[in-house]
């Protein structure tokens, strides 16, 4: 079924984003991870594609792990990276056989490796290019990335914004938002959306912030604001990771609770394949 639909039925509801195992643990983890969040009858489910050094062969096998589950709406990520037409269209035409109808269309971040890397020189360049492919190509319900406090690497929100909407027209039916620590930016990309006419679902995406100084090192690369008092708070408990994990888990509750207090209800969160904290936070909210 279509992630558009589901969300037309349902203003209400949690999805859940996971990403591939590399090993025969890392498939064992991921398994218990997913057996143990299936419990909150999740919207949907997404698989992660490049991020990490994995590769989107093992973004499909575990896709069709989720899939064995049953009962799972899987959206597997895609990326411009090394993608010609030919190959996109095989991957494509494999999940449509496998019965996946839902696809995060992505550009994907520079591989680290190598130096001067242009998106320019790939046969898709930015996510618009794979929307457009896709939206062509049919049956798939298409997810985008849109950022509240803008893509590290644009000029200005409006021109981020703008970015946004050519893949929006494009063809995406929903999006789902860069992490944020501070709720009137989500607040404040819906209003600007909406200004521009933009009128899909946009689901904020919600990481635990239970790890200071990993969420730090993310958050310079991809331009996410962590307000400075719970920095404070959270860096002071350095020494004591389980405090520290009990702080964030309680600032994230209070950021969920804020979020569904002014109707943002359907809420995505990126599990990093950890389901504890997760049911933690869900469970009180
Ligand atoms: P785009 O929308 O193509 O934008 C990339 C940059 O180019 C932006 O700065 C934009 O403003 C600019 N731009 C867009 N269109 C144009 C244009 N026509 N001309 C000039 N500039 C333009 N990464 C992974 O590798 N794997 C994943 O599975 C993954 N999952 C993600 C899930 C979510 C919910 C989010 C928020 C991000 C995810 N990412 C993932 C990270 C994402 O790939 C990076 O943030 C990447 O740098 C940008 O991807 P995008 O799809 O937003 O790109």
Known sequence: MKISDILKQNDKGIAFEFFPPKSDKGRAALIGTVKALKEFKPLYVSMTCGAGGTTQRLTQDAAYLLLEEGGLEVAPHLTCLDLSP???????????????????????????????????????????????????????CIGVAVYPEGHIEASSLDQDLEYAKQKIDAGADFAVTQMFFDNTYYYKLLDRMKKKGINIPVLPGILPLTDIAKVKQFSSICRTTIPKNVEEVLSSLAQ??????????????????????????????????????????????
Do not use: W
Not at 248 to 260: A, N
């Open 240 to 285: 004591r990771p389980q405090d520290q994990e009990k702080a964030g888990v309680d600032f994230t509750i209070k950021q969920c609770k804020d979020l569904v207090k002014n109707g943002a209800q359907r809420l995505h969160f990126f599990t990093l394949n950890k389901p504890r904290i997760i049911k933690t936070i869900i469970e009180a909210i």
């Open 86 to 140: 030919e190959a996109l269209r095989d991957v494509l035409d494999n999940y449509k056989s496998k019965g996946i109808d839902n696809i995060m269309a992505l550009r994907g971040d520079p591989p680290e490796a190598v130096n001067n890397f242009n998106f320019l020189d790939q046969s898709f360049s930015y996510a618009y290019n794979l929307v457009r492919f896709i939206k062509e190509y049919g049956h798939f």
